[in-house]
């Protein structure tokens, strides 16, 4: 089992940045693969970014891509969400998601078996 726990949301201007941290616990955090999805109002859960394991490879989702930065840091069992240049469509929760270690990384929900509750992103224009 992994508990996973989401900080940092709020609400903030269009143009504005925002940073999301995601602390872990109940298993080994430095073998977890990391992702952070989103889900709008009326809206599907959306890949924001994932993160292997070793911090090797990561990947973005095509609405974020140049403006989000995926980080972990191992030793402190967290992984963070930089979000710089926020626009009102980036409104939504976001949710945290680990799963044991792959070899790419995976971009789909159902690839991932433990979540967060998720943090509440408002931008406002």
């Known amino acids: 089992q992994v508990q996973l726990a989401e900080s940092g949301g709020g609400l903030v201007q269009a143009g504005t940045s925002l940073r999301l941290s995601c602390t872990a616990s109940?298993?080994?955090?430095?073998?977890?693969?990391m992702a952070w999805f989103r889900q709008g109002p009326g809206k599907e859960r959306e890949f924001v970014a994932g993160?292997?394991?070793?911090?090797?490879?990561?990947a973005y989702g095509d609405t974020v891509k140049g403006r989000f930065t995926i980080a972990r840091d191992n030793a402190k069992k967290a992984a963070y969400l930089e979000m710089t240049n926020l626009k009102p469509e980036d409104t939504a929760v976001y949710l945290c998601?680990?799963?044991?270690?792959?070899?790419?990384?995976?971009?789909?929900?159902?690839?991932?078996?433990?979540w967060g509750q998720g943090t509440q992103v408002t931008v406002s224009s």
């Open positions: 998601a680990s799963r044991s270690s792959g070899m790419v990384v995976g971009t789909t929900a159902s690839r991932y078996d433990f």
């Open positions: 109940g298993r080994t955090f430095s073998s977890l693969d």
């Open positions: 993160i292997l394991w070793s911090g090797s490879m990561t």
